[in-house]
């Protein structure tokens, strides 16, 4: 997808290794024009390939909005860090909104520490996310 | 957190509270790492966020490591735990021109999130190969630590 991939080659390394699948869960759904991706478990080194995987292939559907929803998550590291910045680029490209849906210490602070927040539109839960039209 | 005083570990000495693990450098293996650290610094009265805040650099001083550890190698931790902050070094062995990349996003957020990072490199007799080591420091809020050997 993107050009801006840091951690592309690291993918091919943690892939090799065929496990993970169960520290992470990725399930898409739409609702109405959206498309919300909820994701749960550890998005590291190891899961964030899924992740990757799992936001290209949302976004080759045409949708008004999309939704990330990670209040599931229990570790958000670097290069899960690293999808979301590809993310926010790759629906800039297609003109697609991008709402993260956080609202733990897990992601809030990743987000913070690294100067990233204000990069997203933030919602406290996925109603709000859903509900408010800009 | 609060304001009781810190929890026995942060009053023996520092080597007394050094933790040591090997894992095989490869991605299945390096949660152990950052969750022991994580584990400890929630122990010593690190404030949560610093709790994060280790827990993603110590993840990526491993991912970065992995990315030019000899294939079949092991990761080597050592975390101390002092009364001003923690340690964590990890190293591996390396090819001897082997460079760590950091240009990257990840080295970026490594250096952002941890209150200090040293890469040093030494070369195995023979030069077969060499032993690649990042040491970061995660201070406890307020403190402004630097550690004599740095």
Same mark, same amino acid.
């Given at each position: 997808m993107a050009e801006f991939a840091p951690s592309s080659h690291r993918d091919e390394a943690a892939q090799s290794q065929g496990a993970g699948d169960q520290l992470i869960t990725v399930a898409a759904r739409r609702a109405g024009s959206a498309t919300v991706l909820t994701v749960q478990g550890e998005v590291d080194m190891l899961t964030t390939p899924k992740l990757r995987e799992s936001v290209a292939g949302q976004l080759s559907e045409s949708a008004d909005?999309?939704?990330?929803?990670?209040?599931? =998550?229990?570790?958000?590291?670097?290069?899960?860090?690293? $999808?979301?910045?590809?993310?926010?680029?790759?629906? #800039?490209?297609?003109?697609?909104?991008?709402?993260?849906?956080?609202?733990?210490?897990?992601?809030? #602070?990743?987000?913070?520490?690294?100067?990233?927040?204000?990069?997203?539109?933030?919602?406290?839960?996925?109603?709000?996310?859903?509900a408010t039209v800009s | 957190m609060n304001h009781r005083s810190a929890p026995d570990v942060a009053v023996l000495p520092v080597e007394r509270r050094a933790v040591e693990m090997s894992v095989l450098a490869e991605p299945m293996a390096l949660s152990?790492?950052?969750? $022991?650290?994580?584990?400890l610094a929630t122990r010593a009265d690190f404030d949560l966020d610093s709790v994060s805040d280790l827990e993603i650099a110590v993840e990526e001083a491993c991912a970065a490591l992995l990315e030019v550890a000899l294939p079949g190698s092991m990761l080597t931790c050592s975390i101390a735990l002092g009364p001003r902050g923690i340690s964590v070094d990890?190293?591996?062995?390396?090819?001897?021109?082997?460079? =760590? #990349?950091?240009?990257?996003?990840?080295?970026?957020?490594?250096?952002? =999130?941890?209150?200090?990072?040293?890469?040093?490199?030494?070369?195995?007799p023979g030069g077969t190969h060499a032993t690649t080591a990042i040491s970061l420091r995660k201070n406890l809020t307020g403190e402004d630590w630097v550690p004599a050997d740095s």
């Open positions: 909005l999309f939704v990330l929803d990670l209040s599931g =998550l229990t570790f958000l590291g670097s290069s899960g860090l690293a $999808v979301l910045v590809e993310t926010l680029e790759e629906t #800039r490209k297609r003109d697609l909104p991008l709402r993260l849906v956080c609202n733990t210490r897990e992601v809030t #602070r990743p987000l913070a520490a690294t100067g990233l927040t204000d990069l997203f539109d933030i919602y406290p839960d996925i109603d709000a996310a859903l | 152990v790492v950052r969750v $022991v650290a994580a584990d990890v190293e591996a062995h390396t090819g001897t021109q082997e460079v =760590l #990349r950091t240009e990257s996003f990840g080295w970026r957020v490594l250096n952002t =999130l941890a209150d200090g990072v040293a890469v040093s490199r030494r070369t195995a």
